[in-house]
C-alpha cells in the first residue's frame, strides 16, 4: 500500500537530504497523476499492490534514509542504481497504459 502522502501529510523527518526529499516530491506527483489517469479513466481511487506502486513506495523508504549528514555510501547508490537499472532492462514488466509512463 501507498505511505501516506510524505509532503501533504504527515511531512518529510526534519535532516533529511534535500536531494532525497525532492526526490520523494517527484515521485508522490507523479504518483497524484497516475492516480487521476489510470488505465485511460479518471479515478481517485488509490493505486496499491500494483509492481510501480511497489517500486516507487520501497524507493520512497530508502530515500527517506539519506541523512543530511550522513550521505549514502558508494556502494548503497550503486544497489540502487542496479535495482533500477533491473527494471529497464525488463519493460514487459510494467505496461504503460497511461500518458505519463513509469519508465
Avoid: H
Wanted: net charge neutral.
Amino acid at each position: 500500500a501507498r505511505t501516506s502522502s510524505l509532503v501533504g501529510g504527515a511531512g518529510l523527518p526534519p535532516g533529511l537530504s534535500p536531494y532525497a526529499a525532492a526526490s520523494i516530491r517527484v515521485m508522490e506527483k507523479y504518483q497524484d497523476e497516475r492516480k487521476q489517469w489510470f488505465m485511460g479513466f479518471s479515478s481517485s481511487a488509490e493505486l496499491v499492490g500494483d509492481a510501480r506502486t511497489r517500486v516507487l513506495e520501497e524507493l520512497k523508504q530508502w530515500l527517506l534514509t539519506l541523512d543530511e549528514g550522513a550521505p549514502a555510501t558508494v556502494a548503497s547508490v550503486a544497489a540502487r542504481l542496479d535495482y533500477c537499472w533491473q527494471f529497464l532492462l525488463r519493460p514487459g514488466v510494467f505496461e504503460t497504459r497511461n500518458e505519463r509512463s513509469f519508465l
